[in-house]
Structures are given as structure tokens and as C-alpha cells.
């Protein structure tokens, strides 16, 4: 990633447009350990009231890491998901700003003012801004991650729309074949049985043992092997990843003759069209229909 400075994110010949307040809501318990709450926005002076010096000083405080000053201008009434334009068409705000350059304070403090996670943030609509757990997951910044994951605004199992496709943040940090230690801060409680098993065969499909291992910790309502979209088997074969597939065969409620969801192309089909004698062997010994 290329050096980011405060000139990077401010475009003060952009006409700054009114933004509406945050809505006022209890303030919201996040992050790791017990830090100060802080108060919701204020619909004071400045909200709506944006003037080019207000934005730089807003941006600066930021990207200079001066959280004092943010409070102060939070304190004064600034609304925290105005934008500034890096390009006509790329915008950027507050939050991810500081999550790119791994100013996890800042990000801390800002994920503790109630509705300061808004629509791109849930990857609702992706047009130009991205989703703040998508930034942090890209950014490599395992403390946002967690804050993140822990803010009950996100949703965790929420699939976004994606140059790689329809993936929740775990399945595509998975995808992205990023570090198990950052899947470790993704797969928390809050996963739920479709996202597991979905980040299951994309897991076996990369030949990722470890994630593999992690994910058939769960029961069987926790996760499922033998999902038509995951096909785990179907993907490790594909991929020729044996080691996969052996594990995969340790599991009582594997079907043998699982296939992908738009497929009719079983494990042993590939293996066969792949010319994998392991493979086919092995299948055949855990009990494949030739047929």
C-alpha cells in the first residue's frame, strides 16, 4: 500500500453537501478492554454546516493521530461520516482512514460513538466506499478487526458484493488467503452455520488445513460438511489437495458422493477426469458410487 498523508484524503475544491445528523441513540460498549464511552453526537453547530476548513481540520486531526483534537471536534458537533474525495470516484471517511494507516485509537474511539456505522459499512451498497471490515481485513489490521467484529452494528454474516464475489468478511479473508491468525480474530460466535460451512469449502479449495481443522471442530449443527454451495470434498479434489481430502474423510456424516450446487460431478468423477489414481483409489475405498 502506498504511503497516505492528509493531502491524500482532502479534496477541498469538492462543493461539501449537507450531511444528515447520526441519530441519537444509548452509547455502544465495544472493543477490548474497558475504555470510556463516549457521549453520542451532538446535533450542534457544525452538523450540516460543513465549510472546506472544518473538513481539513477534521481529516488533518485524523491522519495526524491527534485523538485529542478528534474528540474536541466530536465534542463541537462534527458529524464523523462526512467524507473527502481521494478521486471523483473514490470517497473516504473518518473510519476507514484511520483503519488503513493502523490508528487503532482513533478507531476505538470513533466505533464508540452510536451510529457511526452506516450502510457501506455493511456492504449494503458498494459503490464507492468500502465496507470497513473488508478495509481492515485488506489492511491487515487485526485490532480493527476485532473492534469490529465486536460492534453489535456489524453484521458478521452479512455477504457483500464483491470483486471476488458474494462472501461474508471470514469467507473472504479466507478467499484472499490471508493469515490464519487474522481467521482466528474473524471466526468468533457469531458465525453462524451457513457462513461456516460456506468458509468450509472455500477453505478446502485454498488447501488450508489449518482453517480446515479449526472449522470440523464444530458439531453438526454448528456447520454443514456436506453443503451443496461449500462441497468441501468436491473442491479439495478439484484442487488436488489430498491432505484435504483425508481429512475431510475422517468425518462419519461425509457424503461420499457430495457435489457442487449447478453440478452434477461427483468427487470420484473429477478425480477419474483428472487421471488422480490416489485419489480415485481413495475414494473408492471410502465407499464411492462408480455410478
Known sequence: MSSLTSNSFIDTSTPISSHS??????????????????????????????????????????VN???????????????????????????????????ELGL?????????????????????????????LLNAIDSDNNEAIELLMNHPDIDVNHRITWYTGSLTPLQYSISEENDDTQFDVLYTDRIDKRNRSRALGLAAEKGNEYIVRRLLESNDDEIDINDEHSAPLVRAVRHNHPHIVDILLTRSDLDINQYKYGSTETALNIAIQDGNEYLVQKLLDNGADVN
Open 104 to 132: 487503532n485509537e482513533i478507531v476505538k474511539e470513533l466505533l464508540s460513538i452510536p451510529g457511526i456505522i452506516i450502510r457501506e459499512d455493511l456492504g449494503i451498497l458498494i459503490v464507492d466506499e468500502d465496507p470497513a
Open 21 to 62: 445528523p447520526i441519530s441519537i441513540q444509548p452509547p455502544v460498549e465495544i472493543g477490548l478492554s474497558s475504555s470510556t464511552v463516549r457521549s453520542p453526537v451532538s446535533q450542534q453547530v457544525l452538523i450540516g454546516q460543513y465549510t472546506p476548513s472544518i473538513k481539513e481540520e477534521w481529516f488533518d486531526a485524523i
Open 65 to 99: 493521530n491527534d485523538i485529542t483534537q478528534v474528540r474536541h471536534m466530536i465534542d463541537r458537533g462534527v458529524d464523523p461520516t462526512m467524507v473527502s474525495y481521494v478521486t471523483p470516484r473514490k470517497k473516504e471517511r473518518a473510519l476507514n482512514i484511520a483503519i
